[in-house]
């Protein structure tokens, strides 16, 4: 919730794209903002930044009602896929032309820019141009840019998604840095930068919220399939058993976590990576796990990617190669009750 006046509470309504989403950030607080391609992030980014006009709604920041505001008087940071920094321009220069343009001294701007600078550990860089920076130095140079405008509010829009992951690390400690004491909303696909960096996930599904909380909430129990697939998991409907979860598919998984009443409904959770997969009839007995026939088998991230009636597994090459997994071959698969969540669905 938004605190002592000065976190963010906006209605961004863009009927043209199907958007209508209330967001909160705290006043120190950093939300992450997922969804898949198309589900209005970008909207909500650029209707904040005062890039693209709302209809009906409102954004209002610190008690100051933005809603009309041009985007230079709004005071809110934009940190982007790439950094697109002035190549006439010096690194310091780079930096210190936001305070300038808004009205700061030649050495104000001077020193705010070197004070941004050093907070993101890139005061070596100063005397740089940019076309002499790696990816991960030019984006560092682009969040102490945002920094030194002193925002009220930090938009940060897939900041690491152009960026090698050597880069992400160290571009992801500046964040770290640049979303303390405002309130921050972070667009991203990357669990581990929400991770690192958010206290709460809001998830937007064609243009409305569809799930919200705190971060390892969300990231251990979510409730809609992209939170899953966001989290790296496999979501199970079924129905609650005195042990676990009956899923739709048949059979039974038992869960070490469940808190469901037997027969409500309910969803259970786990990773692809817990499931172990056997021949059907190949010595295991017929009460464990659950069977499925092989309906896909495809790569995955160096692993195989199995794919059997509603359950996914992954697996290493020469477990598929062993199995002779392929579609069509019937497998029963067998999850440690440790490796189970079930709780109730949204």
């Known amino acids: 919730m938004t605190t002592g006046g000065a976190g963010l509470s906006a209605h961004v309504v863009v009927p043209e794209r199907h958007v209508d989403v209330r967001l909160t950030i705290g006043p120190e607080e950093c939300v992450a903002l997922v969804g898949p391609n198309g589900a209005g992030k970008s909207t909500v980014v650029e209707a904040l930044a005062g890039l693209l006009r709302t209809r009906g709604g409102s954004v209002v920041l610190a008690d100051r009602n933005l809603t009309a505001l041009p985007t230079h008087r709004r005071r809110v940071g934009l940190v982007a896929q790439r950094p697109d920094l002035f190549g006439h321009r010096t690194v310091a220069g780079n930096v210190a032309f936001g305070p300038r343009a808004a009205g700061a001294t030649r050495r104000e701007a001077r020193l705010r820019s070197a004070t941004a ?151 259970a959770a786990l990773h692809p990576t817990a499931a172990r997969l056997h021949r059907d009839g190949a010595g295991l007995g017929l009460a464990r796990g659950l069977g499925r026939t092989v309906i896909a088998v495809e790569p995955r991230d160096g692993l195989v990617r199995v794919r059997a009636g509603d359950l996914v597994a992954d697996v290493t090459v020469a477990t598929a190669a062993a199995l002779r997994l392929e579609p069509g071959v019937a497998v029963r698969i067998v999850v440690d009750p440790d490796e189970v969540s079930v709780y109730a669905p949204a």
Request: hydrophobic share 45%; aromatic share 2%.
């Open 117 to 267: 600078l050093a907070a993101v550990g890139a005061s070596g860089l100063a005397d740089r141009a940019p076309a002499t920076l790696s990816g991960g130095q030019a984006q560092r140079v682009a969040v102490a840019r945002a920094l030194a405008t002193d925002p009220a509010l930090l938009l940060l829009d897939e900041p690491t998604t152009a960026l090698d992951v050597d880069a992400r690390a160290e571009v992801r400690e500046a964040l770290r840095t640049a979303r303390g004491g405002r309130p921050t909303l972070l667009v991203t696909h990357d669990p581990l930068e929400a991770v690192a960096l958010a206290d709460r996930i809001v998830v937007l599904q064609d243009g409305r919220v569809v799930e919200a909380g705190p971060t390892d909430v969300v990231l251990r129990t979510p409730r809609t399939p992209f939170a899953a697939s966001f989290s790296g998991l496999v979501l199970l409907a079924g129905t609650a058993t005195a042990t676990g979860i009956a899923p739709v598919g048949g059979g039974e998984l038992v869960s070490a976590t469940h808190t469901v009443p037997p027969g409500r409904s309910a969803v």
